[in-house]
């Protein structure tokens, strides 16, 4: 069983910060990529940011330069810096991650339970 537990999200104005964690637990052997999505009423799902092995990311446009992926291996945790924050940024956040849960075992997707943003003044 593998469980991801996200935090972080909350009700800002413009212009402000959050953090958002995804915390992955139970049988981990491999991560192979850590990823926040976004899903905003009326809108499609949308890939925010991926980091895969070796540290490699790959942002979406609208928030280069100010959302920044990180993760602490040791811990096998991913977080997400938003800074600079803008109305359309709201949307609920999922974190997914790509693992596998024993050597031989093909990756799985695996998703948290969903954190919502929501930007206002």
């Known amino acids: 069983q593998v469980q991801l537990v996200e935090s972080g999200g909350g009700f800002v104005q413009p212009g402000a910060s959050l953090r958002l964690s995804c915390a992955a637990s139970?049988?981990?052997?491999?991560?192979?990529?850590m990823c926040w999505y976004r899903h905003a009423p009326g809108q499609q799902g949308e890939l925010v940011v991926r980091?895969?092995?070796?540290?490699?990311?790959n942002y979406a446009d609208s928030v280069k330069g100010r959302f920044t992926i990180s993760r602490d291996n040791a811990k096998n945790t991913v977080y997400l810096q938003m800074n600079s924050l803008k109305p359309a940024d709201t949307a609920v956040y999922y974190c997914n991650v790509v693992l596998a849960t024993a050597p031989l075992l093909p990756p799985s997707n695996y998703w948290g339970q969903g954190t919502q943003v929501t930007v206002s003044s």
């Open positions: 980091i895969i092995s070796g540290g490699v990311t």
């Open positions: 139970g049988n981990i052997c491999t991560i192979s990529a």
